[in-house]
């Protein structure tokens, strides 16, 4: 096992290209909650789904329906990355200040709201209107999980030296195993609350409660 566990998850840079239509926002909202919790970062789908929703929005009524568009989603140092592409460089988003009653204008503010930061890249054919997202994360790789899960590497760390991973820190091989490490660290300590006459799975219930209020606190 690698010496730097804390750096285990690998969020490998994907785009998906579209026609900037109505209908295809939710299909994008739906693919960046998958992204989003597969990389561990639960806190980020609903902020990462508005900002996308308006600028794919923006397109739409300022370079047209149907305009082919590609969203390309990364991390960048500890930041999410949308960058929303399409080819018409002249029609440059920007802020407004839509009246009260307005029924839209809007859609750049939410995301200036929402972003820790945002810009455009003009290029001769195309541009790219980009936000960022902060994370709680402390590196590219690093986890969200809070005191709980640097914890838990570290017994994880410590407990694997009978059954060292052998591979690279973050890959799915490694991670798999990881995975077998953590079940057979959970039968023992099942296995030692027996043996001192505690109910294993009246432990097992408490910890579950435990586990989902978490997720609570994430969401």
Known sequence: MSTDHHDCMQRKPWEVPFLAE???VAGLRRVLHMHMGFWGLPEII??????VSEMVTNVIRHVGEGTPTTLAVSIQGTRVRLELRDPDARAFPALLAPDDDA????????VDELADRW???LRPDAKIVWCELATTLT??????GGSRV???EALLASYAVRRPLGTEAG????VAVAEEVAIDMITDLLHWLRAHGCDPDEALD???????AGLVDLW
Do not use: D, F, K, N
């Open 103 to 110: 029924e839209s204008g809007r859609g750049m503010l939410l």
């Open 46 to 51: 609903a902020p990462a789904q508005i900002c």
């Open 171 to 174: 890959s799915p091989l490694s």
């Open 139 to 144: 590196s590219p790789s690093g986890h969200t």
């Open 22 to 24: 109505p209908r295809e």
């Open 206 to 212: 408490r910890a579950q409660t435990h586990y989902e």
């Open 119 to 121: 810009g455009v890249v």
């Open 150 to 152: 640097t914890r838990s």
